[in-house]
């Protein structure tokens, strides 16, 4: 029997990382809170919570070297999730209370606040998956998962041009308008809506990562 995951949820002052800690663990990981640079950097899944306000998660990610960590993660093809804000963070900028503020970039695209009559967008929703998707296997097409938003991305603006590489997989939901509920992009994967949250969906969801590690 080989040996569990090893799964760094990244503690930089901004996310649920008790929560995300124990679904985790359900779901078969062998898990660790800490920002440590060492540890999460050879963990075989990173994991990146996000709650409050763009801005202030990514001066505290800054502050941890956690812009470092993820870059260099990715450079070298070692998985990276990020959940809510922690989804947020991986896009150009995003727009809050008419401030604008840095992403990290890894994707194009703006942050910015949801276009509904009622916000913030707050409990369960459903989501359209696309129909290859490794993130959501084995889950069903009406699978619920919980949210708690006021910002968004509406628009995904990344295209692919090489025919080698593979074009990522975005998942999609609505609440006004469509919006970007997930994405799977090679070794970064993330979602706006909250998996450890989300019951026997959510555990689905995370195991499937964990499979990939």
Same mark, same amino acid.
């Given at each position: 029997m080989s040996a569990p995951k090893k799964v760094?949820?990244?503690?930089?002052?901004?996310g649920n990382v008790r929560s995300a800690e124990r679904a985790l663990a359900r779901a078969g990981a062998d898990v660790e809170i800490t920002r440590d640079f060492d540890r999460a950097m050879?963990?075989?899944?990173?994991?990146?919570p996000g709650v409050g306000a763009f801005a202030a998660c990514m001066k505290g990610l800054k502050e941890a070297r956690g812009d470092w960590i993820i870059d260099r993660r990715?450079?070298?093809?070692?998985p990276? /999730? #990020?959940?809510?804000?922690?989804?947020?963070?991986?896009f150009a900028r995003g727009i809050e209370h008419g401030v604008e503020t840095e992403g990290l970039d890894e994707w194009p695209g703006t942050v910015e606040p949801l276009q509904a009559e009622i916000?913030?967008? /707050? #409990?369960w929703n459903t989501v359209e998956t696309p129909a290859d998707s490794e993130l959501f296997a084995g889950l069903d097409a009406d699978a619920r998962f919980y949210f708690v938003h006021s910002y968004a991305v509406h628009d995904w603006a990344l295209?692919?041009?090489?025919?080698?590489m593979l074009a990522p997989k975005v998942t999609w939901s609505t609440h006004g308008k469509p919006f970007v509920a997930a994405v799977e992009n090679g070794a970064l994967w993330a979602t706006q809506f909250h998996p450890e949250k989300s019951g026997d969906?959510?555990?689905?969801?995370?195991t499937n990562?964990?499979?990939?590690?």
């Open positions: 760094v949820v990244f503690d930089y002052g901004f050879n963990a075989d899944g990173l994991l990146v990715l450079s070298g093809g070692r990276v /999730m #990020g959940i809510c804000v922690g989804m947020q963070i991986l916000v913030p967008h /707050m #409990g295209e692919t041009h090489n025919p080698t969906a959510g555990a689905q969801l995370l990562w964990i499979g990939t590690l």
